[in-house]
């Protein structure tokens, strides 16, 4: 099955681990990854300034996914996944707003298709790829582990538009994880968010709400936690240490993409899946897969 | 002092409000009866009292012009809690990029590391800039190090078209 990959701008500028585990565990489940033309942004950041430009940036992904001939486009960051999602019902239903963002990207000779679907690596694994084909690729159980998920909130949120999993109780990242041998507890913060928008106006406030819930984490006792979006995954595994200054507490707990887990379970190197990036102290976790 | 207090002596102005109203593609804004399922979730409210039924009562009565000048609108989170769960699809999430919107349009001071990113995608095409990072044995790594594609930027035509997105005249 050929896919196209929009991965937005965290991964490419920083979340190496991310981008190096997608590329690595995907080909394995019969997927082939075509880039797009250009690496571009989804249109977050300009949400706030200027509705309409962020809008065009997401339908330009878009058009580029259309002129890659590809029907199915994943995009396994999560703000990028809801910016393009919000602009796709946009140009789809506002004829105004859609008729103008066409035009400009027509100057570029590029064509919106709303045949084009989108993807996160969460649904793409479980309800594409199929959650007992990923069942059946793994070679290595990850018996005897413990761990959390955070899915992050923008995948799931809003319903009305149509999202990857349930809004208040999302489960297939938890059925991914058991996927690969491990057990996947419940958490009464399950839901709480990572914070990284607010690092453009607040960074103090952004890292307690990431370090509020590592604590708890923490207390519970799991071995890691497990993340599928570039932000949390800046927030949980890069700013951990700044996270714990905030919070007043001493955090040592192993955050890992989920396709770096999964990519664990298929008997896949370490390295080849960036587990040497990780701030985190995540050798905790890797000790108790190797014993 | 709180939000609605400070806002006591201020005079509602209807064009502003309308400007709102337009923006969000639906007047599903008058619906709000205050029922604070949003505030009593909201991500921001604990740690920067972040109101959002206050937002939203504020923006009915017509004080929009306070707001946008207002730094509270620039303490969302963006977790979408509270489009999910507002029973009148009053989504203070969308009246609260709106009201950023319009603060930006007349150039209210807007978060600087955000001004940045904007005008990062103008020049690059992404809101990052590409880094270099350390691995926990302390390596310096590079796209180029881990073996990952060279990233290929916009096309020169991009940033016209961007520019004139970015200038379109919003509702």
Known sequence: MKTAVFWGCRTLTSQYGYELSVREVLPRLGVELVDLREALCCGDPVKSVNDFAANYLAARVLALANL???????????????????????????????????????????????AVKIWHVIDFLHDLVGLDNVKKTVEKPLKGLRLASHVGCQIIRYSDLGRVDDAENPRKLDE??????????????????????LTYSHSDSALSLAG?????????????????????????DSKQKDAATTVGAKLSLPVVYYTQLLGLALGIPQDKLGLQLNQSPVDLLLSKISA | MSLVDSMSMAKPNLESRGKILA???????????????????CTALKLLELKPHEIEKLVNLGLVDE??????IWTCVTCLKCVQRCPQKASPYHVIFALRNLAVEREVKAPEALMKAVSQVLETGLAEV?????????????????????????????????LKALEEKQQ
Do not use: W
């Open chain 1, 68 to 114: 890659a001939g590809l029907e199915n486009l994943l995009i396994p960051c999560n703000r990028c996944h809801f910016t393009i999602s919000e602009a796709k019902k946009i140009v789809e239903q506002d004829e105004k707003t859609g008729q103008k963002i066409c035009g400009l990207l027509k100057e570029e000779g590029l064509k919106y298709n709303p």
């Open chain 1, 176 to 197: 991914l994880i058991c996927a690969t041998g491990s057990e996947c507890v419940d958490y009464a913060e399950k839901l709480d968010c990572c914070g990284y928008h």
């Open chain 1, 212 to 236: 509020s819930k590592l604590k708890a984490l923490q207390g519970l006792g799991v071995d890691g936690l497990v993340v599928s979006c570039p932000d949390c995954g800046t927030m949980f």
């Open chain 2, 23 to 41: 923006r969000l593609r639906g007047r599903e804004l008058v619906n709000c009866f205050q029922c604070m399922k949003c505030t009593s979730g």
């Open chain 2, 67 to 72: 707001l946008v000048s207002s730094d509270i």
């Open chain 2, 130 to 162: 590409v880094q270099k990072v350390t691995s926990r044995k302390m390596e310096t790594c590079d796209r180029e190090s881990l073996k990952l594609p060279k990233i290929v930027s916009p096309k020169e035509s991009f940033q016209a078209v961007f």
